[in-house]
């Protein structure tokens, strides 16, 4: 079973920064990690990715002031959030994308886990 626990959220005002960390619990090794938000009455939305070999996915709106990195020892991927503007408020969720290959061959099965979500707000 995977469960994957989220710190790092809060308060911070427009200019500040956070970081928010992810830890993934269960014996395997994640491909994607990443984080998704989602604002008050909108859809959740991809903020950030990283491969398992480091290639990273930003969203246009957070480009050039967010930096994801992961830990492969750790299971674990970060989000460092600067310059922060009340737009990125939302609650913020972690992700992981497992892909699972079959000895033999077949179908590979794929596997999406959140966490629970910690919320950021950003004030004017």
């Known amino acids: 079973q995977v469960q994957l626990v989220e710190s790092g959220g809060g308060l911070a005002q427009t200019g500040e920064s956070l970081r928010l960390s992810c830890s993934a619990s269960?014996?395997?090794?994640?491909?994607?990690m990443g984080w998704y938000r989602q604002a008050p009455g909108k859809q959740r939305e991809l903020v950030a990715k990283?491969?398992?070999?480091?290639?990273?996915t930003y969203a246009d709106a957070v480009k050039g002031r967010f930096t994801i990195f992961r830990d492969n020892v750790k299971n674990a991927v970060y989000l460092e959030m600067n310059s922060l503007k009340p737009e990125d408020t939302g609650v913020y969720y972690c992700?992981?994308?497992?892909?699972?290959?079959?000895?033999?061959?077949?179908?590979?099965?794929?596997?999406?886990?959140w966490g629970q979500g910690t919320q950021v707000t950003v004030s004017s």
């Open positions: 269960g014996r395997f090794s994640p491909d994607d």
């Open positions: 990283v491969s398992s070999r480091g290639s990273s």
């Open positions: 992700h992981v994308f497992l892909v699972v290959f079959h000895v033999g061959g077949g179908q590979p099965d794929e596997y999406n886990y």
